[in-house]
Protein backbone atom coordinates (compact mmCIF):
# COMPACT_ATOMS: atom_id res chain seq x y z
CA UNK A 1 0.00 0.00 0.00
CA UNK A 2 0.78 3.58 -0.51
CA UNK A 3 2.72 4.87 2.40
CA UNK A 4 0.54 7.50 2.52
CA UNK A 5 -2.27 5.42 3.09
CA UNK A 6 -0.87 3.95 6.24
CA UNK A 7 -0.19 7.39 7.58
CA UNK A 8 -3.63 8.07 7.49
CA UNK A 9 -4.46 4.99 8.68
CA UNK A 10 -2.22 5.01 11.45
CA UNK A 11 -3.48 7.92 12.74
CA UNK A 12 -7.28 7.48 12.73
CA UNK A 13 -7.01 3.51 13.88
CA UNK A 14 -8.19 2.49 17.29
CA UNK A 15 -4.85 0.06 17.54
CA UNK A 16 -2.37 2.32 16.91
CA UNK A 17 0.03 2.88 19.80
CA UNK A 18 1.15 5.97 20.65
CA UNK A 19 4.68 5.86 19.43
CA UNK A 20 3.50 4.94 15.85
CA UNK A 21 0.81 7.92 15.89
CA UNK A 22 2.89 10.39 16.90
CA UNK A 23 5.25 9.77 13.68
CA UNK A 24 2.61 9.63 11.33
CA UNK A 25 0.36 12.94 12.68
CA UNK A 26 4.03 14.45 12.42
CA UNK A 27 4.10 13.88 8.48
CA UNK A 28 0.39 14.40 8.15
CA UNK A 29 0.37 18.21 9.98
CA UNK A 30 4.28 19.22 8.73
CA UNK A 31 3.37 18.42 5.32
CA UNK A 32 -0.10 19.64 5.10
CA UNK A 33 -1.12 15.83 3.93
CA UNK A 34 -4.62 16.87 4.82
CA UNK A 35 -5.47 19.35 2.50
CA UNK A 36 -3.21 18.17 -0.07
CA UNK A 37 -5.58 14.65 -0.25
CA UNK A 38 -8.58 16.83 0.79
CA UNK A 39 -9.36 14.30 3.69
CA UNK A 40 -11.14 17.34 6.08
CA UNK A 41 -13.35 14.40 7.37
CA UNK A 42 -10.61 13.16 9.12
CA UNK A 43 -9.84 15.49 11.40
CA UNK A 44 -12.15 15.12 13.90
CA UNK A 45 -10.74 11.62 14.66
CA UNK A 46 -7.14 12.64 14.46
CA UNK A 47 -7.50 14.96 17.27
CA UNK A 48 -9.55 12.37 18.79
CA UNK A 49 -6.59 10.45 18.78
CA UNK A 50 -4.77 13.40 19.65
CA UNK A 51 -6.87 13.56 22.76
CA UNK A 52 -6.65 9.77 23.54
CA UNK A 53 -3.27 9.80 23.93
CA UNK A 54 -3.06 12.69 25.65
CA UNK A 55 -1.11 15.15 23.68
CA UNK A 56 -1.81 18.83 23.21
CA UNK A 57 -0.17 19.84 19.55
CA UNK A 58 -1.44 23.55 19.54
CA UNK A 59 -0.59 24.12 16.11
CA UNK A 60 -3.01 21.60 14.71
CA UNK A 61 -5.76 23.03 17.27
CA UNK A 62 -5.42 26.34 15.95
CA UNK A 63 -5.48 25.37 12.29
CA UNK A 64 -8.81 23.04 12.83
CA UNK A 65 -10.22 24.06 16.30
CA UNK A 66 -13.24 25.73 14.42
CA UNK A 67 -13.73 22.60 12.29
CA UNK A 68 -13.58 20.45 15.26
CA UNK A 69 -15.99 22.64 17.12
CA UNK A 70 -18.88 22.94 14.26
CA UNK A 71 -18.44 19.52 13.51
CA UNK A 72 -19.21 18.69 17.24
CA UNK A 73 -22.31 21.12 17.70
CA UNK A 74 -23.78 19.52 14.48
CA UNK A 75 -23.17 15.93 16.07
CA UNK A 76 -24.35 16.70 19.11
CA UNK A 77 -27.36 18.20 17.32
CA UNK A 78 -27.82 15.61 15.23
CA UNK A 79 -27.78 12.91 17.96
CA UNK A 80 -30.57 14.78 20.09
CA UNK A 81 -32.61 15.06 17.15
CA UNK A 82 -32.48 10.86 16.37
CA UNK A 83 -33.53 10.88 20.27
CA UNK A 84 -36.31 13.29 19.52
CA UNK A 85 -37.67 10.91 16.51
CA UNK A 86 -37.03 7.50 18.32
CA UNK A 87 -39.28 8.72 21.13
CA UNK A 88 -41.84 9.75 18.82
CA UNK A 89 -42.21 6.24 17.08
CA UNK A 90 -41.78 4.67 20.62
CA UNK A 91 -44.63 6.80 21.56
CA UNK A 92 -46.51 4.92 18.72
CA UNK A 93 -45.31 1.30 19.56
CA UNK A 94 -42.74 1.75 16.55
CA UNK A 95 -39.28 0.34 16.98
CA UNK A 96 -35.90 1.36 15.13
CA UNK A 97 -32.58 -0.35 15.45
CA UNK A 98 -29.31 1.91 14.81
CA UNK A 99 -27.08 0.62 11.83
CA UNK A 100 -23.80 1.54 10.78
CA UNK A 101 -21.64 3.79 12.66
CA UNK A 102 -24.00 5.55 14.73
CA UNK A 103 -24.17 2.19 16.48
CA UNK A 104 -20.59 1.83 16.18
CA UNK A 105 -19.89 4.22 18.01
CA UNK A 106 -22.30 3.56 21.62
CA UNK A 107 -20.84 0.39 20.70
CA UNK A 108 -17.27 1.82 21.53
CA UNK A 109 -18.32 4.71 23.75
CA UNK A 110 -16.59 7.17 21.72
CA UNK A 111 -16.60 11.24 22.06
CA UNK A 112 -19.15 11.87 19.66
CA UNK A 113 -16.07 13.80 17.37
CA UNK A 114 -14.72 10.67 17.52
CA UNK A 115 -17.23 9.42 15.32
CA UNK A 116 -18.33 11.73 12.35
CA UNK A 117 -21.25 10.99 10.15
CA UNK A 118 -22.72 12.69 7.83
CA UNK A 119 -26.95 10.49 8.56
CA UNK A 120 -27.83 8.65 10.73
CA UNK A 121 -29.40 5.04 9.74
CA UNK A 122 -32.35 3.24 10.93
CA UNK A 123 -33.83 -0.28 10.37
CA UNK A 124 -37.21 -0.54 10.48
CA UNK A 125 -39.92 -3.46 9.83
CA UNK A 126 -41.69 -2.88 6.62
CA UNK A 127 -44.92 -3.40 8.00
CA UNK A 128 -44.18 -0.26 10.32
CA UNK A 129 -42.54 1.84 7.60
CA UNK A 130 -45.48 3.77 6.12
CA UNK A 131 -46.45 4.42 9.68
CA UNK A 132 -43.59 5.74 10.29
CA UNK A 133 -43.60 7.99 7.59
CA UNK A 134 -46.85 9.58 8.22
CA UNK A 135 -46.08 9.89 12.03
CA UNK A 136 -42.75 12.02 11.50
CA UNK A 137 -44.57 14.10 9.08
CA UNK A 138 -46.31 15.18 12.25
CA UNK A 139 -43.77 16.92 13.40
CA UNK A 140 -41.62 19.94 12.84
CA UNK A 141 -40.78 21.10 9.23
CA UNK A 142 -39.26 18.26 7.12
CA UNK A 143 -38.45 17.25 3.35
CA UNK A 144 -38.35 14.29 1.66
CA UNK A 145 -36.07 12.91 -0.94
CA UNK A 146 -37.02 10.06 -3.35
CA UNK A 147 -35.11 7.72 -4.60
CA UNK A 148 -35.21 5.42 -7.44
CA UNK A 149 -35.93 2.41 -5.05
CA UNK A 150 -37.81 4.18 -1.91
CA UNK A 151 -41.52 3.31 -2.95
CA UNK A 152 -41.29 0.23 -0.76
CA UNK A 153 -38.04 -0.88 1.07
CA UNK A 154 -37.16 2.63 2.92
CA UNK A 155 -37.41 6.17 2.76
CA UNK A 156 -35.35 9.64 3.82
CA UNK A 157 -36.49 12.34 5.63
CA UNK A 158 -34.51 15.62 6.46
CA UNK A 159 -35.26 17.35 9.24
CA UNK A 160 -35.02 21.06 10.30
CA UNK A 161 -33.57 21.14 14.04
CA UNK A 162 -31.54 23.54 15.95
CA UNK A 163 -30.38 25.48 13.13
CA UNK A 164 -29.58 22.43 10.60
CA UNK A 165 -30.74 20.30 8.54
CA UNK A 166 -30.41 16.52 9.46
CA UNK A 167 -30.97 13.53 7.15
CA UNK A 168 -32.01 9.76 8.90
CA UNK A 169 -32.62 6.82 6.51
CA UNK A 170 -35.08 4.56 7.50
CA UNK A 171 -34.44 1.24 5.90
CA UNK A 172 -36.34 -2.10 5.95
CA UNK A 173 -33.04 -3.46 4.37
CA UNK A 174 -29.75 -3.16 6.69
CA UNK A 175 -27.79 -2.09 3.40
CA UNK A 176 -29.93 -1.70 0.92
CA UNK A 177 -27.49 -0.77 -1.45
CA UNK A 178 -28.29 -0.40 -5.43
CA UNK A 179 -25.94 -2.79 -6.63
CA UNK A 180 -26.65 -5.30 -4.11
CA UNK A 181 -29.57 -7.89 -4.14
CA UNK A 182 -31.67 -8.91 -1.54
CA UNK A 183 -30.57 -12.25 -1.32
CA UNK A 184 -26.95 -10.83 -0.11
CA UNK A 185 -28.43 -9.58 3.12
CA UNK A 186 -30.15 -11.13 5.96
CA UNK A 187 -34.02 -10.50 5.88
CA UNK A 188 -35.80 -8.42 8.34
CA UNK A 189 -37.17 -11.60 10.58
CA UNK A 190 -33.44 -12.67 10.92
CA UNK A 191 -32.45 -9.03 11.75
CA UNK A 192 -35.14 -8.40 14.26
CA UNK A 193 -34.70 -11.93 16.20
CA UNK A 194 -31.17 -11.70 16.73
CA UNK A 195 -31.48 -7.37 17.63
CA UNK A 196 -29.39 -6.82 21.10
CA UNK A 197 -29.18 -3.62 23.52
CA UNK A 198 -25.78 -1.78 23.17
CA UNK A 199 -24.62 -1.68 26.64
CA UNK A 200 -24.63 1.18 28.60
CA UNK A 201 -27.49 3.19 26.21
CA UNK A 202 -31.50 2.99 25.55
CA UNK A 203 -30.69 2.11 22.26
CA UNK A 204 -30.74 -1.03 20.10
CA UNK A 205 -28.75 -2.64 17.60
CA UNK A 206 -27.82 -5.65 15.16
CA UNK A 207 -25.78 -8.72 16.42
CA UNK A 208 -22.39 -8.39 16.52
CA UNK A 209 -21.46 -10.74 12.97
CA UNK A 210 -24.43 -9.24 11.52
CA UNK A 211 -23.70 -5.22 11.96
CA UNK A 212 -19.87 -6.00 10.84
CA UNK A 213 -21.22 -8.22 7.52
CA UNK A 214 -23.44 -5.18 6.87
CA UNK A 215 -20.71 -2.47 8.12
CA UNK A 216 -18.13 -3.99 5.51
CA UNK A 217 -20.91 -4.12 2.69
CA UNK A 218 -22.02 -0.34 3.08
CA UNK A 219 -17.89 0.11 2.49
CA UNK A 220 -18.55 -1.78 -0.44
CA UNK A 221 -21.52 0.25 -1.47
CA UNK A 222 -19.43 3.06 -1.58
CA UNK A 223 -16.65 1.43 -3.45
CA UNK A 224 -14.49 1.29 -0.58
CA UNK A 225 -13.07 4.52 -1.85
CA UNK A 226 -16.02 7.10 -3.09
CA UNK A 227 -17.20 9.92 -0.52
CA UNK A 228 -16.81 9.96 2.94
CA UNK A 229 -13.90 7.68 1.96
CA UNK A 230 -10.89 6.67 3.86
CA UNK A 231 -12.99 6.86 7.00
CA UNK A 232 -15.65 4.26 5.89
CA UNK A 233 -12.33 2.11 6.92
CA UNK A 234 -12.94 3.06 10.80
CA UNK A 235 -16.02 0.89 10.87
CA UNK A 236 -14.50 -1.82 10.88
CA UNK A 237 -11.86 -1.11 12.67
CA UNK A 238 -14.22 -0.25 15.51
CA UNK A 239 -16.21 -3.29 15.66
CA UNK A 240 -13.70 -5.86 15.38
CA UNK A 241 -11.52 -4.03 18.30
CA UNK A 242 -14.25 -3.06 20.44
CA UNK A 243 -17.40 -5.86 19.90
CA UNK A 244 -17.21 -9.35 20.75
CA UNK A 245 -17.27 -10.77 17.47
CA UNK A 246 -17.97 -14.98 17.06
CA UNK A 247 -15.76 -15.50 13.83
CA UNK A 248 -17.23 -18.82 13.46
CA UNK A 249 -20.17 -17.03 13.31
CA UNK A 250 -19.34 -14.21 11.05
CA UNK A 251 -17.71 -16.80 8.23
CA UNK A 252 -20.90 -18.58 8.16
CA UNK A 253 -22.77 -15.54 7.20
CA UNK A 254 -20.14 -14.48 4.54
CA UNK A 255 -21.25 -18.08 2.94
CA UNK A 256 -24.76 -17.61 2.99
CA UNK A 257 -25.22 -15.00 1.23
CA UNK A 258 -22.86 -15.24 -1.11
CA UNK A 259 -20.79 -11.88 -0.33
CA UNK A 260 -17.09 -13.60 0.30
CA UNK A 261 -15.50 -10.86 -2.39
CA UNK A 262 -17.20 -7.29 -0.66
CA UNK A 263 -16.02 -8.71 2.37
CA UNK A 264 -13.12 -10.23 1.72
CA UNK A 265 -11.83 -6.70 0.37
CA UNK A 266 -13.44 -4.81 3.11
CA UNK A 267 -11.77 -6.93 5.91
CA UNK A 268 -8.32 -6.63 3.57
CA UNK A 269 -8.38 -2.56 3.44
CA UNK A 270 -9.56 -2.32 7.32
CA UNK A 271 -5.92 -4.80 8.15
CA UNK A 272 -3.53 -2.95 5.69
CA UNK A 273 -4.64 0.30 6.72
CA UNK A 274 -5.59 0.40 10.43
CA UNK A 275 -3.58 -2.43 11.26
CA UNK A 276 -7.36 -4.03 12.36
CA UNK A 277 -6.58 -7.99 14.21
CA UNK A 278 -8.36 -9.81 11.99
CA UNK A 279 -7.14 -13.51 12.56
CA UNK A 280 -5.71 -15.45 9.27
CA UNK A 281 -8.21 -18.32 9.67
CA UNK A 282 -11.11 -15.59 8.65
CA UNK A 283 -9.41 -14.57 5.19
CA UNK A 284 -8.63 -18.20 4.74
CA UNK A 285 -12.04 -18.84 4.95
CA UNK A 286 -13.56 -16.55 2.57
CA UNK A 287 -10.90 -16.41 0.57
CA UNK A 288 -11.43 -15.23 -3.01
CA UNK A 289 -9.85 -15.97 -6.63
CA UNK A 290 -6.28 -14.21 -6.60
CA UNK A 291 -6.81 -12.80 -10.17
CA UNK A 292 -10.29 -11.54 -9.09
CA UNK A 293 -8.52 -10.03 -6.36
CA UNK A 294 -4.92 -8.47 -8.37
CA UNK A 295 -7.70 -6.90 -10.25
CA UNK A 296 -9.73 -5.20 -7.78
CA UNK A 297 -6.75 -4.02 -6.04
CA UNK A 298 -5.40 -2.53 -9.15
CA UNK A 299 -8.66 -0.96 -10.02
CA UNK A 300 -8.83 0.71 -6.30
CA UNK A 301 -5.13 1.85 -6.26
CA UNK A 302 -5.81 3.69 -9.95
CA UNK A 303 -8.98 5.40 -8.62
CA UNK A 304 -7.11 6.52 -5.50
CA UNK A 305 -7.62 5.42 -2.05
CA UNK A 306 -7.33 9.04 -0.93
CA UNK A 307 -8.94 12.70 -2.51
CA UNK A 308 -13.04 11.05 -2.05
CA UNK A 309 -14.57 13.53 -3.54
CA UNK A 310 -12.87 12.89 -6.68
CA UNK A 311 -14.31 11.00 -9.64
CA UNK A 312 -12.90 7.81 -9.26
CA UNK A 313 -13.62 6.04 -12.24
CA UNK A 314 -15.56 6.41 -15.73
CA UNK A 315 -18.62 4.29 -16.62
CA UNK A 316 -17.37 1.55 -18.21
CA UNK A 317 -14.77 0.66 -15.53
CA UNK A 318 -17.48 1.71 -12.44
CA UNK A 319 -19.53 -1.44 -14.44
CA UNK A 320 -16.64 -3.98 -14.34
CA UNK A 321 -15.42 -2.60 -10.78
CA UNK A 322 -18.97 -3.47 -9.27
CA UNK A 323 -19.79 -6.91 -11.52
CA UNK A 324 -16.25 -8.10 -10.06
CA UNK A 325 -17.65 -7.93 -6.54
CA UNK A 326 -20.23 -10.59 -6.78
CA UNK A 327 -19.16 -14.01 -6.08
CA UNK A 328 -20.46 -15.37 -9.22
CA UNK A 329 -22.10 -14.46 -12.32
CA UNK A 330 -24.96 -15.95 -11.93
CA UNK A 331 -25.62 -13.73 -9.12
CA UNK A 332 -24.67 -10.67 -10.69
CA UNK A 333 -27.48 -12.03 -13.57
CA UNK A 334 -30.27 -12.78 -11.01
CA UNK A 335 -29.95 -9.03 -9.16
CA UNK A 336 -29.49 -6.97 -13.02
CA UNK A 337 -32.20 -9.19 -15.20
CA UNK A 338 -35.54 -9.01 -12.69
CA UNK A 339 -38.91 -10.80 -13.05
CA UNK A 340 -41.94 -9.27 -13.71
CA UNK A 341 -42.92 -10.39 -9.92
CA UNK A 342 -40.22 -8.86 -8.16
CA UNK A 343 -40.44 -5.28 -10.09
CA UNK A 344 -44.08 -5.48 -8.78
CA UNK A 345 -42.91 -5.97 -5.03
CA UNK A 346 -39.99 -3.78 -5.04
CA UNK A 347 -40.53 -1.12 -7.45
CA UNK A 348 -44.14 -0.74 -7.67
CA UNK A 349 -44.40 -2.02 -11.52
CA UNK A 350 -47.55 -1.43 -13.55
CA UNK A 351 -49.42 -4.47 -15.26
CA UNK A 352 -49.01 -2.35 -18.47
CA UNK A 353 -45.44 -1.94 -18.22
CA UNK A 354 -43.06 -3.43 -20.48
CA UNK A 355 -40.53 -5.37 -18.00
CA UNK A 356 -37.65 -5.56 -20.65
CA UNK A 357 -37.90 -1.80 -21.23
CA UNK A 358 -38.09 -1.41 -17.23
CA UNK A 359 -34.70 -3.18 -16.89
CA UNK A 360 -33.17 -1.34 -19.83
CA UNK A 361 -33.96 1.72 -17.76
CA UNK A 362 -33.06 0.24 -14.37
CA UNK A 363 -29.58 -0.85 -15.74
CA UNK A 364 -29.29 2.82 -17.44
CA UNK A 365 -29.90 3.89 -13.87
CA UNK A 366 -27.41 1.80 -12.13
CA UNK A 367 -24.84 2.91 -14.90
CA UNK A 368 -25.43 6.76 -14.79
CA UNK A 369 -26.73 7.34 -11.74
CA UNK A 370 -23.74 6.43 -9.21
CA UNK A 371 -25.53 7.61 -5.67
CA UNK A 372 -23.48 6.69 -2.36
CA UNK A 373 -26.80 6.14 -0.19
Not at 224 to 248: A, C, K, M, Q
Not at 258 to 270: A, E
Not at 274 to 289: C, D, E, K, R, W
Request: some cysteine; overall charge positive; hydrophobic content about 40%.
Amino acid sequence: MNDIEKIFGTCISQSSERGDFEKCFKIINDNNLIEQYNEIDLVPIIYGRLQYFDIVHHDFEEKYMKVIQNEETRLSSLHRCAKRIINILQENNISVLYLKNSAIGKIANLNLIENPMGDIDFLIRKECLESAREIIAEYGEIMYDHQFNDKIDEFEVRFRFEKFVHRFEFQTRPVSGRWLSEEQEPSGEMLWSTKRKISKAKEYTLSPEILLLTVCLHTAKHSFIRSPGFRLHTDVDRLVRYDEIDWNVFVTLVAKFNVRTPVYISLFLSKEFLGTQIPNHVFASISINRLKFSYLMHSLKKAGFVNPKNKKWNNFSYIIFNAMLYDNFNILIKHIFINREKAKQKYDLNENQSIMIFNIKRILNLTFNRRNH
